[in-house]
């Protein structure tokens, strides 16, 4: 009898040492990073192909920069090198592109470049403005393998402080396209560029040192006080941005305040583990129908991505179950899905794809940590 109950316990242990299951409660859960490349080197091909987004004519001809499918790109494809290590020539030539406009910057508005919109003169200051800050965040995040900022990253960061507003409610921000369209292009969205400006500011390599530049000094300033004053009247998802920015510009939120607003945002996650854009502002759809209240990619994976950025160690619970949705929500495809605050969309069309562009670049960003 003893000898059976000891090889019973014998067999328990190599079970248990064995089955991964056993010792995690479950199926240990994974995604598909080369998956992930595909789809977002795809749907980048795709944007330079989109006849509505070029800008230019001739050599000098490029694509606009768009918030939902062209930044997101720029700031996860890098991140995917570390877990598939393919380079690729739709990423260089973005670069290229980007360059070519910051060093050019004061001919931008002609038939030769031609500016993001060009309408009107509320839509030309709306244009200098928010992509003197793509610009600079974007090739920001190019330059972090590097000691100091490239030259371009230099002159991209002239153009931008050239842009700043200096006097009246929105100064130290930057004039920003407003179509209404949120999260990202309607009058709400200047904060969020105003935190991506921020975010440049800190990651750009060896750029700024408080007390050096006395100019660069005062921008900031102005820039770090527009961000602390106004955070509390945003919605969740600029918050979201103005909490990463505080991880990049000291003095935006305190210690305790980052703790706050980390809680808060733990506090809208759903039961599966995730978060819906939806939950994160109050909006409404110009087609009247009904916000999507479920988990998406997007949200998901910003909230996770910043929520790590901002000292939320990946092992707590809420941060490891949103994880675990990320991993369990990755479409065949290879994206994740994510979902218009604006209007219900084919999500097999051009336009349909923009959110799960942007779902699939921060799922990619809130997995790399």
Known sequence: MKLSRLRNVVVLIVVLVACPMARAGGERKSWKPDEARKYLDERQKAWFAFSSADRGEGETRTSCVSCHTVLPYVLARPVLRKFVGAETT?????????????????????????????????????????????????????????????????????????????????????????????????????????????????????????????????????LRDYLKDGLQRQNLHNRVWGLWASTKVEGILTKAERKKLSDQLLYQQHDDGGWSLSSLGTWVRRDGTAQESESDGYATGLVLHVLQIAGVPKDDVKIANGLDWLKSNQSATGAWRGVSVNKKRDPASHSGKFMSDAATAFAVLALSH
């Open 90 to 222: 739709t990423e260089n030539k973005l670069l290229a592109q980007i360059r070519m406009r910051v060093e050019n910057w004061k001919g931008l508005d002609s038939e030769a470049f031609g500016l993001f919109y060009d309408s009107s003169d509320r839509k030309k200051k709306e244009s200098w403005g928010t992509e003197a800050v793509l610009n600079t965040v974007i090739l920001a995040f190019d330059d972090r393998s590097r000691s100091s900022p490239s030259a371009g990253t230099k002159q991209a960061f002239s153009n931008l402080w050239q842009t700043q507003v200096q006097t009246g409610d929105d100064k130290g921000s930057w004039d920003w396209l407003d179509f209404n369209m949120g999260p990202w292009e309607w009058k709400e969205a200047r904060y969020f560029g105003a935190s991506l400006a921020a975010i440049a500011i800190g990651t750009a390599p060896g750029y700024y040192t408080p007390g050096t530049d006395a100019d660069t000094d005062a921008r900031v300033m102005l």
